[in-house]
Every structure is written in C-alpha cells, then in structure tokens.
C-alpha cells in the first residue's frame, strides 16, 4: 500500500474518520463475525484500520497512511476519494473487489458492532477540526505485542469487558477498545466496540455520543454532509455542508434570515470528485466546541 504525498490526499483526521464509515458500511454486509483493529508495520509504510475475523486474519484493510486499501486478497487502489464522498460505494466496492461473502440480514452482534463504529465515525467527523486521536488498545507490531499504555489512564474497566468475547478468540480484550483521545488533554473515553459500550476515565460510563442516525434499513450510518433547507418553504439554502459545520452554517442562516432552517444529514456527496477538498477544508476551519455538535 504506497503512501502519497499531503497535497493529493485526505488530511490525517479525515482519513479516521472516513475509513471508520466504510468499515461499517462492511461490516453491515460482510459474513462474520469481524472486528474492528489496527494493523501496523514498523516502517510506518502503512496504519491500517482494518476489520478481522474471529482468526485475527484481516477482511478489510484501509491504510490511512496511503492510496490504497485491501480486500482479502485484493489492492483496491484511489479508495480515498471515493471514500470520502459516498462511503456505502467504497464499501461496496470493497465487497466486490475481495469477493467477500455476504449476508441479507446481519445478526444482532454485528449490528451492535456496527453501532459501536458508527458512533466513533460520527464523533470523529463532527469533531474534525479538533485534535481527536484514535487509538487501538492493543498493540501488535514488529517491536512488541501486548496492551496499549493508553489503557493505564483509566482507573478501571467494566469487569465483563476483560474476558475475551465469544469469537476473536485470537484477540485479547484489550483489543476490542479504542481511545478516543483530545491533544495533549489526555483520553477523552474507551469504548469496546464488539459491545458497544464506553467509559471516561474515571471509571463512570460515557454516553457523549452524536445523536443516532439511521439507513433506509434502519441500521446505524454516520452522516457526512447537509443540506439546509427553510423549514417553512422548504427552500434550499445551501446544498451541501461538512456534517461539522453545519449547526454553524444553521445558525448563521437563522440568524440572517430571521426564520428556522432545516438540516437534512447527507450520507453521501455530489459530485463525488469535490469530497476530498470538502473534508479538507472542514478539517482545517478553526475548531468550535465539540458539545454544539452533541445531542
């Protein structure tokens, strides 16, 4: 999986954000059970975000460090930009792409895996713009194997967390946690996505997610993007706006319209050629605080 330069991609936190969209996309559709990981190689070549089976052996891989991604023994090159436009198609194409098996129902263990997902990809992507860093709990790499420091900031853990799920039984605990973490504050929660469960630090749960969103099927999805319409008229006011700018632009518009404006979640972008400079830009736009994004 080659790297390329900045300029021709996704910003860093973009990256996160949108590869944890489409591997939920996956994971709504692939036969399981998976499980959300982070694969690495000490050369720093590639950090994949990647869904595994309950053998430890990648399905899915999203390197967000580079062009490409991996669909069981497939490259799937220039993922990223359509990624970042329309996550369903790049699942899709991922599922296509490796030949994986698929399924016409998922089971409820992968809807709550899906969920768990969803709530890090809408956290990550309404928070854009701030220092959010993702962070598996365990570490397996060429330089050692074992549970991710990051862990030891937590004063405790739910004590049905530390047996390994049924499944993954190639993975300890630990690897069923990421962190969520902001700058140099420290971790801001853990949540063990095979549950869908969290906690803050200090041991107590954490419910600080975006309010839930639903697919046609009534299964979890991150919203990308808006539109803003007036409430009353139904006029469009603005076509499309990054999912993290768009209780600003709202309010903005509310503002100077003196009439309520309407904001319908985007799950996808046209044109999809414009989505990487759309991502970029909300990631680069001074941060707000994230609570104006909460429900």
């Known amino acids: 999986m080659d790297q390329v330069t900045e300029q021709e991609s996704l910003g860093p936190r973009s990256r996160t954000a949108v590869a944890l969209s489409v591997l939920a996309e996956v994971a709504k559709r692939a036969e399981g059970p998976l499980f959300l990981a982070e694969l690495t190689t000490g050369d720093g070549i590639y950090r994949s975000l990647s869904l595994v089976n309950d053998s430890y052996q990648p399905v899915v891989q999203l390197n967000v460090l580079g062009d490409s991604a991996a669909a069981g023994d497939e490259v799937v090159e220039g993922i990223w930009p359509i990624a970042a436009g329309n996550p369903r198609l790049a699942a899709l194409m991922l599922l296509s792409e490796g030949d994986l098996p698929a399924v016409i129902e998922p089971e409820p263990s992968q809807i709550t895996s899906v969920t768990a997902i969803v709530r890090l990809a809408s956290l990550l992507t309404l ?4 220092d959010l860093t993702l962070t598996w709990g365990w570490v397996d790499g060429p330089y050692g194997v074992g549970p991710h420091p990051v862990l030891d900031e937590f ?22 946690v990421f962190v969520v973490s902001e700058g140099t504050s420290g ?8 549950l869908d469960e969290a906690v803050a630090p200090d ?6 997610f975006p309010r839930e969103l639903h697919d046609e099927e009534g299964l979890p999805i991150a919203a ?4 803003l319409t007036d409430e009353t008229t139904g006029e469009e006011l603005q076509r499309e706006v990054h999912a993290s700018m768009a209780r600003y632009a709202a309010k903005l518009l509310i503002e100077e319209r003196l009439s ?9 972008l046209t044109p999809e ?10 990631e680069g736009i001074h941060a707000t605080d994230l609570s104006d994004y909460l429900d």
């Open 127 to 130: 928070g854009i713009a701030r």
């Open 187 to 194: 971790p801001l929660f853990a949540i063990n996505v095979t």
């Open 260 to 268: 309520m404006v309407k904001v319908i979640p985007l799950f996808e």
């Open 224 to 227: 990308i993007g808006a539109r």
């Open 155 to 176: 004063v405790s853990f739910p004590a049905h967390w530390l047996t390994t799920p049924d499944g993954g039984d190639r993975l300890p605990w630990q690897g069923h």
């Open 273 to 282: 050629s414009e989505s990487v400079s759309f991502w970029n830009i909300a």
């Open 203 to 208: 041991g107590s749960s954490f419910d600080g």
